[in-house]
């Protein structure tokens, strides 16, 4: 079993940042940001490996860096210019269930979440 916790959420004003961690208990090759607001489905938001291969949905690009620290059980993620419609329980997720280290599909163990909240 894989613990993970997430901290770094909080409320700031559009255009600001946040960074987000997520420490794990054991290290996992592949690790990722989901997304959900309110009344809407999960979105992937960022996932990073082992070789230092990162990927990213197309709303955060340029905006979000995804990292992990060098023993690769803390995940990062810094957001700047943040917007309204980043708003959301961020949660940290370890080990594609389907094996592409993508933020995408099912992911075997989850976090609690950590709220963002972005006003405008």
């Known amino acids: 079993q894989v613990r993970l916790v997430e901290s770094g959420g909080g409320s700031v004003q559009a255009g600001g940042s946040l960074r987000l961690s997520c420490v794990a208990s054991?290290?996992?090759?592949?690790m990722a940001w989901f997304r959900q607001a309110p009344g809407q489905e999960r979105e992937g938001v960022a996932a990073a490996d082992m070789v230092g291969s990162v990927s990213y949905t197309d709303s955060v690009k340029g905006r979000f860096t995804v990292s992990r620290d060098t023993a690769q059980r803390i995940l990062y993620l810094q957001m700047n210019s943040l917007k309204p419609e980043d708003s959301g329980m961020y949660y940290c997720?370890?080990?594609?269930?389907?094996?592409?280290?993508?933020?995408?599909?099912?992911?075997?163990?989850w976090g609690q979440g950590t709220q963002v909240t972005v006003s405008s």
């Open positions: 054991r290290y996992r090759s592949c």
């Open positions: 997720a370890a080990t594609p269930v389907g094996g592409t280290c993508r933020p995408q599909g099912d992911y075997a163990y």
